[in-house]
């Protein structure tokens, strides 16, 4: 069995090779009108614990007239064993996904009605996000109908719809409505309700209700939504009905461009605001985050998930350009937990005080000195809770172009981790090595070195190194490739992480649209 898989693992370090002789052929298959198709492919083997996945998404999607039509055929041999990633498709290989859907009228006025399978999304995601991110494996679309109304300035959406557990079963049911006023030129509104059916008759519905604008003012874009929770089981638990709702939550968000300057701020406030299915393995919603996402890799180490019950916060960014060689940008953040008043500590029976979950500092400043070379100068500075850590973290970038196609970049990270509750200190190095060919080839080498020193006067260093080719082969296929060892993390975005394991192995990925 060992060297059957070795075999395996020497096959796919070969297979783009292989591939290449045929897939440009792709570009010669026509379709009939209508017939879109896209398979996404994953394989990874870790070398150390022998551990293989592969997971296959293929996705057909057809359009005749007023009618589209289309499946979802997924393969796992095995899934990730991660049991919130898995969601009970171990080995699975199945049509998990498929609906049929009619249009009537234009983008103006009309109606879509969609039967099967859907994913939704009203506002920023307070009151319902049903969405897919395969980069974090949530995946809660809803199974029932969905009607879409247009008519002169108002859009109407209103669904009933099921999303499947962690054991991929659907038993809940959850319905939805919102409507969207776009009357007037620079200002619109909207308002959204949700409500769940519970499998048990006993239990009372938890209902969830938003109100949202959406005004623009000179250079000022401006967006704020209020939410409201109820479900009348737990008002008479815990507030024996005093209270008008038993969770709320706020968020505000503001754009200004002038000139050569630009800003954004952010405002959160989410109180006993998560919006689960009975057995709390599905969210419904997904509140802003009001996090900053970064390019690089020691900056996204060590990232802080969203808790929609007790956080409010704030971010503010802010870019300049000033001149057509130099730009800066900086931002900052800072997210707490909610004090003794909130719904949420008096549901618990709790009396704590405020705690900073979550600081962040950023700031950089890119320069290119001739046409074919930039640099970038970041810096970093970070505190987390969770973990009890403060980082500091200084980044250089070089980008050199060396004609209109060919490129080389080299980054490298320095990261200082001070951990407050164990004492430790370690510091984290990463460089990375990139060639590109645009638009077709990527070669990086990346090589990751942790430096610790568990008993004075005894230094510990630990190295990851991988290498990563990327290939695109005409307008149809995307291959990526990895080779070697990266360190444990968690993958974080939109406020929800994933924890991704210690690797040593090899990861191919094949995106292939038809």
Known sequence: MKIMKKILVIFLLFAPLFYSQSLPSLE??????????????????????????????????????????GIRFEHFQPNDPNPSISRGKTRFSEIDFKYLKFDLGNKREGLSITAGNYYALFGRGMVLKSYEDRNVRVDNNLLGVKFEARYKKFVLTALSGMPASDQNERKDLLHAADLMYKGFKKFKLGASFASSDPESENEARTRLAAFRIMPSIW????????????????????????????????????????????????????????????????????????????????????????????????????????????????????????????????IRGTSLD?????????????????????????????EEASSSTKSITPIIENKYYIDDINSLKLIVEHQHVDNSFTGEKYFDDVITFE????????????????????????????????????????????????????????????????????????????????
């Not at 503010?316 to 800066?328: G, R």
């Not at 405020?354 to 500075?381: C, D, M, P, V």
């Open 28 to 69: 010669n298959i026509k379709l009939p009108d209508g017939l879109k198709v896209y398979n996404h492919f994953e394989y990874s083997f870790d070398v150390e614990d022998e551990n293989e996945i592969l997971e296959n998404w293929l996705n057909i999607d057809y359009r005749y007239g007023a009618f589209t039509t």
């Open 219 to 346: 250079n000022f874009d401006f967006y704020a939504e209020y939410g409201m929770k109820f479900n009348d089981d737990i008002n008479e638990e815990y507030f024996n009905n005093d209270e008008p709702f038993i969770g709320k939550a706020l968020y505000g968000s503001m754009n200004f461009y002038y000139g050569k300057f630009s800003m954004a701020a952010e405002y959160k406030l989410y109180d006993n605001f998560a919006f689960e299915s009975g057995d709390k393995s599905v969210a419904y919603n997904n509140l802003p985050a009001v996090r900053r996402n970064y390019a690089y890799f020691l900056l996204n180490r060590h990232p802080s998930p969203l808790n929609q019950n007790n956080e409010t916060g704030f971010q503010v960014e802010a870019w300049y350009t000033l001149s057509d060689e130099t730009s800066f940008n900086a931002s900052y953040s800072q997210t707490e937990t909610l004090d003794d008043n909130s719904l949420y500590q008096k």
């Open 354 to 382: 405020t705690r900073t979950q979550f600081k962040e500092a950023f700031g950089q400043i890119s320069h290119s000195w001739n046409k074919k070379l930039t640099t970038t100068a970041a810096f970093g500075y970070t």
């Open 435 to 514: 060639y590109a060919r645009a638009p077709r080839l990527s070669v990086a080498f990346v090589s990751e070195m942790l430096t610790k020193e568990p008993e004075e006067g005894e230094t510990k260093r630990i190295f990851w190194n991988f290498v990563q080719f990327g290939y695109k082969f005409g307008q149809h296929t995307d291959i990526y490739l990895l080779l070697g060892s990266r360190q444990a993390g968690n993958i974080c975005i939109g406020g929800v992480c994933r924890y991704e394991p210690e690797f040593r192995g090899i990861e191919l990925k094949m995106h292939t649209r038809l």
